[in-house]
């Protein structure tokens, strides 16, 4: 309550300084009288948000929408029946990243410009890796000859979440490189009451998304050039095994015993509850950090980069949503999907959206004077990781490529086998994969086990 | 009712007893079948919006004998379905005969019991997966009250199997003990009363009266719970994902991982109607044994 | 049946009040779940400062419509029940009484044992595809008929073996006396069956009320169920645990009341006149 207050405050002064239209009188971009469209959208953090943003639309222009709001883990199958048969259901479906593959080249979207000629993706809004666009011929998700398939309501990427006030105590300065946080754990940790690091180490999604940042960071990458077809399987080299080692290292010195069980949720637990003296989470996470309701460490969490290695880069993964027009709906409504669209990019609208909770995709909804405030302390860290943002798994064979990496990851962890033969068996088997699916493919030398 | 009319329905009660349920299993479940099948043996894939199938036999049985999760993941499903299906029958059966021999509470008994299989499932494995916690749980709580250290439950090789097992067993005993509780009270009264006149202990008049009487209800106990422990998905997906490692990985987790998230829809058509028939096969080859040991 | 008398009765008395404690046990500790600020069950907290904040948001919040979802669920559970029971019971009586050849009998029986073994997740594909055609997709007639259809082999299969414990005699009696085939069944075979009737029916409504995949597929929002709008609570990073516990406290009332008044009126109405 008291929050949503102070948001709002903020955002009217942010309209005052920023002297944005009159928000509540004319409409943020005129786009007429449209017939309803439905929507399919996920239950999440920010859908509060994204609700109160709809709802301003509908006030604004009097079109309908309808939003069906669904479980996480019924987007899949949803989205996947709307557009295999007949005539979908819903006129704009939410795609998580890992899913965008299959809808792109399955041609199940009709390409933005073709419903509306005259529509540009505004320039201040984020492309993350321009995982929006497709290029048919290469199948890959490129700006570069590729057409806008869709656009991002909403952009996950990771960031390094450590006790600032633990720090302050130590004299640490935030965690830049894996030493030192590997240097912070080691003095903040106290065995049995506060773990030094923590992050995912579940089998599957879990371990495979909050290792990628290690592996990005050594510059090791799954295949060697798929933009450009060669499908060389090369998971397996020494800068990988170099960054699952620094990764494994950390879990068992760092992190609870049951490491290799960590899911989302047991992270965000860790760090609320003060039991986690650093952690990587999402940004759509933060919100349970600085409520009292949710957490005993409120105000006491900042937000960094993740950490780079010595040697190499910040590795960001990024997990954003995409909003898609399918091809089995009737003109009028493709139409109408469009003209929200349109309008729910403006700087106006993005604004709105920040106040209700959400997370804009345009760079001037987030005013430099946010990052000044407290409750916003999360935003420079998110902005600066944008550059380094990458998509990865971006080839239809993502989901297979996860599953394996999802285990041998996952086993290496626990100890099942050594990071070189996890590494080795992986790359055999998603050679195994690429094959199968008639890629130029081959595989790299083994890593000693 | 006219009366002709009434003689009509007499006279054809027989047929038309049976005729809704012949209609509404023919009618629903005889297209998703057969496309079942037709996938099996096919690859799809999906161009232009459309889908494309191609006759592929040999390249899905490939990929079935192939697969390396699949071993680990038969193996962990015949420990569950023996383990779940054994505990669950014998506690069902104790519980079900002991509320029989109570006087009182069969209602309140039959009511608790109710309250495991109706509450849905994603809030059930949430529900464990928090009690199941390792700093925070109710279970580690409870050992660091006796003075014990926590244990890694859902986190560990060696347990998290266990610790599935241990859901299932909270979760689906209930189901056994309603089916044959049912069954203990429309039991027959004389036949107990002439074996306690005719001087039986009550140990005898349960083993041989008893339960002999049961052996309808337990084969169908038996037959649904064994189904249901091959089908096992929910606990696992939401308490372990199938880890650590393979250590909780089924045949149906895998069987969705393949089907629905990879999208290799011809494999898991074929994965799920080899896993069909080994269910059938298990459970012809079980009739056949308790038939030739009740003999 | 033979009671346990003396010593036994109270060690009998301690093991079942031992066995109801564990199964109810944890729904206390959901109770208390949902009556506490979510960082307060991230600790584990067992002194806490309850609020009704969750119910508020389950119940009225704009994003939840979870009194429609409960109402969705307790129309679909309850017309399934009744229909399965009417259904299978007929179907399971015919099986039983009558003489069907080997084909049509151990075919069908065979059959719904087939079709109950086959994953859910390769049916609700071609049911979308299905219902979507039919025009019933996101609706409630469509739940009910795909739910009856998932419950009968079971209900079939569990009400065949109660007419089995039911004595023959009974019936033949009847039959010389000049009864007809139905009037039996009617009168003396489906009273006997009242606690079969009982155990089915709850089967039965149970499964369609936590009958998540299909109810995901086949609705959206103004039709969605009981075991969807609690999945909203798991969401993609984290799962909504105080809101959940919340949401599975309300969820379970109306089923149980539900479920009490329909063994209530199964019991009355089958016994009004009963002949035995």
């Given at each position: ?21 009159a ?26 948000g ?24 019924g ?106 946080v ?50 060389t ?16 290292d ?109 997370i ?13 405030n ?37 086993q ?11 590494l ?13 699916s ?11 086990e | ?117 109706l ?82 202990t ?58 629905f ?18 269910i ?8 056949r ?7 | ?14 093991l ?53 979802n ?12 009744a ?72 209900t ?14 009974l ?106």
């Open positions: 309550m008291l929050r949503r207050r102070v948001v709002q405050t903020l955002a009217l002064a942010a309209g005052l300084i920023t002297a944005a239209p928000m509540a009188q004319q409409p943020f971009a005129d786009v007429g009288r449209q017939p309803p469209i439905t929507i399919l959208i996920n239950s999440s953090p920010w859908y509060a994204f609700e109160s943003t709809v709802q301003l639309y509908e006030k604004q222009t009097g079109n309908k929408v309808n939003l069906d709001v669904t479980p996480f883990g987007m899949l199958e949803k989205a996947r029946n709307a557009v295999r048969s007949g005539t979908s259901p819903y006129d704009l479906l939410n795609l998580d990243t890992q899913w965008t593959i299959e809808f792109y080249s399955g041609g199940f979207l009709t390409p933005l410009k073709d419903i509306d000629p005259g529509f540009d993706l505004p320039a201040e809004v984020l492309t993350y890796n321009d995982s929006g666009y497709w290029n048919d011929a290469k199948k890959w998700r490129t700006r570069d000859g590729g057409k806008l398939m869709t656009y991002s309501p909403n952009g996950n990427v990771h960031l390094f979440m450590y006790r600032a006030d633990l720090f302050q105590g130590a004299g640490l300065k935030a965690p830049e490189t894996w030493d030192d590997m240097g912070a754990c080691t003095k903040l940790q106290q065995p049995g009451r506060v773990y030094g690091m923590v992050t995912r180490g579940e089998r599957g999604n879990g371990i495979r998304f909050d290792w990628m940042p290690f592996m990005l960071g050594k510059g090791a990458t799954v295949a060697k050039d798929p933009e450009n077809g060669d499908f399987v090369v998971i397996n080299s020494p800068q990988a095994k170099q960054a699952l080692d620094t990764y494994i950390l879990m068992k010195r760092c992190g609870p015993p049951n490491h290799g069980a960590l899911g989302q949720s047991d992270v965000i637990q860790l760090l609320a509850t003060g039991r986690a003296a650093q952690g990587m989470v999402v940004v759509a996470a933060w919100s349970n950090f600085d409520d009292p309701t949710k957490s005993t460490v409120a105000g006491k969490i900042n937000a960094a980069v993740v950490p780079k290695f010595a040697d190499g880069t910040h590795g960001v993964v990024i997990g954003n949503w995409h909003f898609g027009v399918p091809r089995n709906v009737p003109d009028d409504r493709k139409k109408a999907a469009m003209a929200f669209s349109k309008w729910f990019l403006t700087a106006g609208a993005q604004r709105a959206y920040l106040d209700g909770g959400g804009p995709v345009r760079k001037d909804a987030l005013p430099p004077e946010l990052a000044s407290p409750k916003y302390r999360w935003v420079k860290a998110y902005v600066d990781s944008q550059p380094y943002a990458k998509q990865e798994l971006g080839y239809a064979e993502g989901p297979q490529v996860e599953q394996i990496l999802g285990l041998r990851l996952n290496a962890l626990i100890g099942e086998m050594s990071s070189g033969r996890a080795n068996t992986a790359a055999k088997e998603i050679e195994e994969v690429f094959r199968r008639g890629r130029r493919t081959g595989a790299s030398a083994a890593l000693p | 009712m006219p009366s002709r009319l009434l003689d009509l329905v007499h006279n054809t009660f027989r047929y038309w007893s049976l005729l809704p349920a012949i209609v509404l299993l023919l009618v629903i479940t005889v297209y998703p079948a057969l496309q079942l099948l037709q996938m099996s043996v096919s690859t799809i894939e999906f161009v232009d919006g459309r889908d494309v199938w191609s006759f592929t036999p040999g390249r899905n049985i490939e990929l079935l004998l192939s697969d390396p999760v699949l071993p680990p993941a038969i193996l962990n499903t015949i420990i569950f379905v023996i383990v779940t299906v054994a505990v669950e029958l014998s506690l069902g059966l104790g519980l079900a005969i002991l509320v029989g021999r109570l006087p009182h509470g069969r209602g309140g008994a039959r009511t608790a019991m109710i309250l495991p299989i509450v849905p499932p994603v809030a059930i494995g949430s529900m464990w997966k928090l009690m199941y916690n390792f700093d925070f749980g109710l279970f580690n709580q409870a050992l660091d009250g006796l003075g014990l250290g926590p244990v890694n439950w859902l986190g560990s090789t060696n347990l998290a199997l266990i610790s599935v097992i241990i859901v299932d067993i909270w979760h689906w005993t209930p189901f056994v003990f309603l089916i044959l509780f049912a069954a203990v009270e429309g039991l027959p009264v004389d036949v107990i009363e002439a074996a306690q006149v005719d001087g039986a009550n140990r005898q008049i349960t083993w041989l009266i008893v339960i002999p009487m049961l052996r309808d209800a337990l084969a169908v106990a038996f037959i649904f719970r064994a189904i249901f422990a091959f089908k096992v998905f929910d606990e696992i997906y939401l308490l372990t994902s199938g880890g650590p490692g393979t250590a909780t990985e089924v045949v149906n987790l895998h069987l969705y991982k393949v089907f998230e990879q999208n290799q829809l011809g494999y898991g058509a074929l994965l799920s109607v080899a896993f069909i028939a080994a059938l096969a298990f459970l012809l080859v079980s009739r044994v308790t038939r030739d040991t009740t003999r | 049946m033979n009671l346990l008398y003396g010593r036994e009765r109270v060690v009998g008395y301690a079942m009040t031992l066995a109801i404690l564990m199964i109810v046990g944890p729904f206390a500790w959901i109770f208390l779940n949902s009556l506490k600020y979510q960082v307060a069950i991230y600790t584990g907290a067992w002194v806490f400062t309850p609020t009704l904040s969750n119910y508020a948001e389950v119940l009225f919040s704009r994003r939840s419509d979870f009194a429609h409960v109402g969705n669920s307790l129309i679909v559970a309850g017309i399934t029940t229909l399965v029971l009417v259904v299978g019971t007929l179907a399971a009586y015919s099986l039983h009484r009558f003489r069907w050849s080997q084909w049509i009998a151990t075919g069908f029986l065979g059959w719904t044992l087939i079709f109950h073994t086959i994953p859910v997740l390769t049916l609700v594909g071609p049911w979308y595809v299905i219902f979507r055609q039919l025009g019933l997709y996101d609706t409630l007639t469509a739940l009910i008929i795909t739910h009856v259809t998932m419950n009968l082999p079971m079939i299969w569990l009400m065949m073996s109660f007419f089995k414990d039911i004595p023959l005699e019936e033949e009696a009847a039959f010389v006396d000049g009864c007809r085939p139905l009037t039996a069944f009617w009168w003396i075979t489906l009273r006997l069956a009242i606690p079969g009737l009982i155990a089915a029916g709850i089967l039965a409504f149970i499964f369609s009320w936590k009958e998540f995949s299909i109810a995901l597929n086949l609705t959206s929002r103004a039709t969605a169920t009981v075991p969807v709008a609690i999945a909203r609570f798991a969401q993609q990073y984290e799962v909504q645990h105080a809101q959940m516990a919340a949401a599975a406290m309300i969820a379970t009332i109306p089923a149980i009341i539900l479920m009490f008044l329909g063994q209530r009126f199964v019991v009355r109405g089958l016994t009004l006149g009963a002949v035995k």
